[in-house]
């Protein structure tokens, strides 16, 4: 069982930045196997993975529309994930889940379905 908490989000101007959190409870043999991402979504529209990162060997993947404007990091200490977020554009204005998912490493890695673990979400709004 794995429980992820976002925190952080809320209003910026376009070309600012933010910084979005999760706390991840999960025991330690699910670290092990553990795929963590943010993905985001706007009304109307399909779940968009932004950003994803292997827990153990802190492999990345980006979307191409957040490449070198967002990093994804985590703190195996701390057992939080962090996303900040530079130059925002108003696209993207979403809402921002953190998930975490168990499965061995393969080319689905970062790839999250409704049966991994979500966070509630918290809305990244910025303005034009």
């Known amino acids: 069982q794995v429980h992820v908490v976002e925190s952080g989000g809320g209003l910026v101007q376009a070309g600012g930045s933010l910084r979005l959190s999760c706390s991840c409870a999960a025991s330690g043999r699910t670290f092990s196997t553990l795929s963590m991402g943010w993905v985001r979504q706007t009304p109307g529209k399909e779940r968009e993975l932004v950003a994803g990162?292997?827990?153990?060997?802190?492999?990345?993947h980006y979307a191409d529309s957040v490449k070198g404007r967002f990093t994804i990091s985590r703190d195996k200490v701390k057992n939080t994930m962090e996303l900040q977020m530079d130059s925002l554009k108003a696209e993207d204005t979403a809402v921002y889940y953190c998930?975490?998912?168990?499965?061995?490493?393969?080319?689905?890695?970062?790839?999250?379905?409704?049966?991994?673990?979500w966070g509630r979400g918290t809305q990244v709004t910025v303005s034009s």
């Open positions: 990162i292997r827990w153990t060997s802190g492999l990345i």
């Open positions: 998930v975490a998912g168990e499965r061995p490493f393969g080319s689905n890695w970062y790839r999250f379905g409704n049966d991994d673990y």
